[in-house]
């Protein structure tokens, strides 16, 4: 599972970054359900345990212009990213052969796929697959 999508400060390629489980979110600005769980992304990326990245799938001048909710959700530790103009590709790889959003994918530190949700997420479904990746990867060690 890879991928190198433009970030805040440059290119950010999902497999040169160190080995750390990973929630992936693909969102729109104009997609409630998207805007709607941004909190629960910010939460997850304040927690620490797994590293968040949001991947918008917009131009970035649509993201300028996302509600201030989703502005303050989308900081950092929240890694913001942009897919391609076609992201069709990228959410095949992750799962998401029907271009449904939101789409979250969490993946294991080796970056083999743990869990992956479309539609729209919220803090006990995230907590209980963070638990359920976590409790798998101790029993795979």
């Not at 497999?15 to 359900?33: E, H, K, M, V, Y």
């Not at 649509?62 to 959700?73: F, Y």
């Amino acid at each position: 599972m890879d991928f190198e999508l433009a970030g805040e400060h440059g290119f950010v390629r999902l497999s040169g970054l160190p080995a750390q489980a990973t929630l992936i979110n693909f969102w729109r600005s104009d997609c409630p359900p998207c805007v709607r769980e941004m909190p629960v992304l910010a939460g997850l990326a304040h927690a620490g345990s797994v590293r968040v990245m949001a991947v918008a799938v917009q131009r970035p001048s649509d993201t300028l212009t996302a509600p201030e909710s989703v502005a303050r959700a989308l900081r950092s530790p929240v890694q913001l990213l942009h897919a391609p103009a076609e992201p069709r590709g990228i959410l095949a790889r992750f799962g998401n052969v029907n271009g449904v959003l939101p789409y979250t994918t969490l993946l294991h530190a080796d970056r083999s796929i743990c869990a992956k949700h479309a539609g729209e997420i919220d803090a006990a479904w995230v907590e209980a697959m963070v638990n359920r990746c976590h409790n798998a990867e101790s029993g795979r060690r």
